[in-house]
């Protein structure tokens, strides 16, 4: 049976959105709740996480392909909603199970992975940080789900009672992509699922068929 090296901890963290690195805010942000003296934000919040505007689905899709196109895979995680989040910390700390994520990647990224124990030793507290550095290692591997070109657009939701899908034509692979986002007890909206054209859709944040 193969060991999982990340799992370094003897109870599994509980994803919550923690420990986002201390990053300027993109333009385009809201403040969600008053403006904070000192604030390092452009939007004056509190904290990061305030910091992102979530409030429309629109505006989360924003925030989630504004991330993504900058490589910025902690905000991305930041704004994928709480199912999603132990979706993929399910598959890589608890099973170590790469398939349903990179399909016939998942190798490659595992290596790519587990090619810097030191990072991970750095990372392995804060889930943010371990999914920026699952996809970094996805890149290393060619294996990104779906990549963005500079020609990118989004187009407008569709919405059912509390969630939304809002297509994305990505200019990049694939062509097309639709965006599930939720909107959560606290009224602020989190992409739940990557739609693939050719993917598992009983799977978050994404599924990819073995092939």
């Not at 990049?172 to 939720?182: D, Q």
């Not at 992409?191 to 994404?206: A, E, F, N, T």
């Amino acid at each position: 049976m193969t060991s999982n090296p990340v799992a370094t901890r003897s109870s599994v963290l509980k994803i919550a959105g923690l420990a986002a690195p201390l990053l300027l805010l993109s333009v385009g942000a809201m403040a969600q709740a008053p403006s904070t003296p000192g604030s390092i934000f452009v939007n004056g919040a509190r904290t990061y996480y305030e910091a992102i505007d979530l409030g429309t689905p629109e505006a989360a899709a924003r925030a989630f392909l504004s991330a993504w196109t900058r490589r910025d895979y902690a905000t991305v995680n930041i704004v994928l909603s709480p199912l999603a989040r132990q979706s993929w910390y399910r598959a890589v700390v608890q099973t170590f199970e790469f398939r349903d994520l990179f399909a016939s990647h998942a190798d490659a990224v595992k290596d790519a992975l587990m090619g810097d124990q030191a990072k991970w030793k750095e990372v392995e507290d804060d889930p943010n940080m371990m999914f920026d550095a699952l996809l970094q290692a996805a890149e290393r591997a060619n294996a990104l789900p779906f990549t963005l070109g500079p020609a990118m657009k989004a187009g407008q939701p569709t919405l059912s009672g509390t969630r939304a899908a809002l297509p994305v034509a990505t200019a990049g692979n694939p062509a097309e992509i639709t965006l599930v986002l939720v909107r959560l007890p606290s009224s602020r909206w989190r992409v739940d699922q990557i739609v693939l054209p050719d993917g598992d859709r009983s799977l978050k944040p994404w599924g990819l068929k073995a092939k």
